[in-house]
């Protein structure tokens, strides 16, 4: 009992157990911000490319002739861009999926009936196609929805294409569960998806 009460009056080295305590909640709290920091710029990395992805597929039909449909070959092309503008080294570490939604043309209308919105049917070339089977889009359903009814110059009305592109990079990190949602994180692969009207 004395060696106890002796021990809890003497003073010496504590300062040391509380420097040493303070040094690791610090360097902690360092791993855990230098973790996020790598994880918000990355995150950043794959919006922009997916939504750069996004416009090389809408416009590339005015090179194409008018194309609309999205082959694997556009798919591999794409992840090779995708590379080069996430600057990676290693092709394995980055995947790409485009999910192309057409529509078939809309019947005219009878001037007499009423003025509703013409049925959607989507096109049998409608596909998802992706360089990776581990990188799939965060939202799946309803995407149809967001096709607008355009009009053309010859006065024919038309739904125009969806196209959905996302970009997945395989990542590791410490603290992923308490910084991202559960829509940008799946399966060890950190994504972003941009959605968006063809021509």
Same mark, same amino acid.
């Given at each position: 009992?004395?060696?106890?009460?002796?021990?809890?009056?003497?003073? +010496?080295?504590?300062?040391?157990?509380?420097?040493?305590?303070?040094?690791?909640?610090?360097?902690?709290?360092?791993?855990?911000?230098? %973790?996020?920091?790598?994880? +918000?710029? $990355?995150?950043?990395?794959?919006?922009?490319? !997916?939504? !750069?992805?996004?416009?090389?597929?809408?416009?590339?039909?005015?090179?194409?002739?008018?194309?609309?449909?999205? $082959? +694997?070959?556009?798919?591999?092309?794409?992840?090779?861009?995708?590379?080069?503008?996430?600057?990676?080294? %290693?092709?394995?570490?980055? %995947?790409?999926?485009?999910?192309?939604?057409?529509?078939?043309?809309?019947? /005219?209308?009878?001037?007499?009936? *009423?003025?509703?919105?013409?049925?959607?049917?989507?096109? *049998?070339? !409608?596909?998802?196609? *992706?360089?990776?089977? +581990?990188?799939?889009?965060?939202?799946?359903?309803?995407?149809?929805?967001?096709? /607008?009814?355009?009009?053309?110059?010859?006065?024919?009305?038309?739904?125009?294409?969806?196209?959905?592109? $996302?970009?997945?990079?395989?990542?590791?990190? =410490?603290?992923?569960?308490?910084?991202?949602?559960?829509? %940008?994180?799946? !399966?060890?692969?950190?994504?972003?998806?941009? =959605?968006?009207?063809?021509?």
């Amino acid at each position: 009992m004395k060696k106890i009460k002796q021990l809890l009056n003497n003073n +010496q080295g504590s300062v040391t157990v509380e420097f040493i305590f303070i040094f690791f909640l610090f360097s902690v709290l360092l791993i855990f911000l230098v %973790d996020v920091a790598i994880l +918000q710029s $990355t995150t950043g990395k794959l919006q922009r490319t !997916s939504y !750069s992805l996004l416009n090389v597929v809408k416009e590339r039909n005015i090179s194409d002739g008018g194309k609309e449909e999205v $082959t +694997q070959e556009d798919v591999n092309k794409l992840k090779k861009l995708a590379v080069k503008l996430m600057g990676e080294t %290693d092709e394995n570490l980055i %995947d790409v999926t485009v999910q192309y939604y057409g529509f078939e043309a809309i019947k /005219p209308q009878e001037l007499g009936g *009423s003025s509703t919105r013409p049925e959607k049917k989507t096109k *049998s070339l !409608s596909k998802e196609l *992706s360089t990776g089977g +581990q990188c799939k889009a965060a939202y799946s359903t309803n995407i149809t929805d967001a096709a /607008p009814l355009t009009e053309n110059f010859k006065g024919s009305n038309r739904y125009a294409a969806i196209y959905y592109v $996302t970009v997945c990079r395989k990542m590791t990190n =410490l603290f992923k569960g308490l910084t991202l949602a559960k829509q %940008d994180y799946e !399966s060890g692969r950190l994504r972003a998806s941009a =959605l968006g009207v063809g021509r």
